[in-house]
């Protein structure tokens, strides 16, 4: 495969591609051309062909997510700890509850001050790191969790709990229309709400013109042991805490148990499945 000769036009389209996966994309084309062509000639059409399909697998990652997922030595100084945002800052989005700067601050100040990439890679055995071997945090502004906390070691769910003050209520119904987790009822009395299936949201606030349902102050809901995988699992909540300070200790100590007690090459969601899964 080292001996595939590239056409000048195909040569030409790789040199655009960032340089740090470069060497990793050469080596992709020239396993399907070799594979499933046959061919020890690499032209253009097979560059755009396997172009097409990293496409389809990169999806709308940016350079510095890519290169996250790319495999590494394992040498100190690899970054072990991701910690991803959901998009309201880029967006304004409407539906945020917490400020997802402030929280992803304090966690990345967390793992610089308390050495926790390096700490997590010492313990890995293989020679090179691969995605699946990193502790990912994921941080959602609000309960529509567009950053998929629900597959990350760690997710962070911003969220806020209604409370009602019935004296002016009309029992409209608007209030129950908006919700989208049907957590409300209203039949001829004040709304009724179902919090095991409220999310807490603030469809409900938003829709009641007489000012009936109030927000509590903003809280974060912590979820733990969410992965991808041969046996997916959906992250638990294990705590909802008020500020970025009541997180972080949870999260060390969490981690520190892990650290302490996993086993060889473990993951992080796998221990505490193994462990704390109710």
Not at 97 to 103: A, F, G, P, S, Y
Request: charged letters at 30%.
């Amino acid at each position: 495969m080292a001996g595939l000769v590239w056409e000048k036009d195909a040569e030409k389209e790789l040199k655009r591609v960032p340089f740090f996966i470069r060497s990793f994309v050469r080596k992709k084309v020239e396993e399907r051309v070799e594979k499933f062509q046959g061919k020890s000639v690499v032209c253009l059409a097979d560059f755009k062909e396997a172009e097409a399909h990293f496409r389809s697998v990169r999806g709308d990652k940016s350079e510095s997510e890519l290169r996250a997922m790319m495999p590494v030595e394992n040498q100190p100084g690899v970054k072990m700890v991701i910690i991803e945002t959901c998009h309201n800052k880029l967006s304004n989005c409407p539906n945020v509850l917490i400020d997802t700067d402030e929280w992803r601050k304090a966690l990345e100040d967390w793992a610089r001050e308390n050495d926790i990439s390096e700490r997590i890679r010492a313990r890995i055995k293989n020679d090179k790191i691969y995605y699946h071997h990193k502790f990912r945090i994921s941080i959602s502004g609000c309960p529509n969790a567009c950053s998929r906390p629900q597959i990350c070691e760690v997710g962070i769910v911003g969220t806020v709990k209604p409370e009602l003050y019935p004296d002016d209520c009309t029992f409209c119904g608007k209030c129950e229309k908006a919700c989208p987790d049907l957590a409300i009822r209203v039949d001829n009395c004040p709304p009724v709400f179902d919090f095991s299936a409220c999310l807490g949201c603030k469809k409900c606030f938003e829709a009641c013109r007489n000012w009936c349902i109030k927000l509590s102050k903003p809280r974060a809901k912590l979820l733990m042991g969410g992965k991808l995988g041969r046996h997916p699992h959906l992250g638990q909540i294990v705590a909802e805490v008020s500020t970025p300070l009541d997180l972080l200790s949870i999260i060390d100590s969490a981690l520190n148990t892990y650290l302490e007690n996993g086993r060889e090459d473990e993951r992080f969601s796998d221990f505490w499945i193994r462990n704390f899964k109710t």
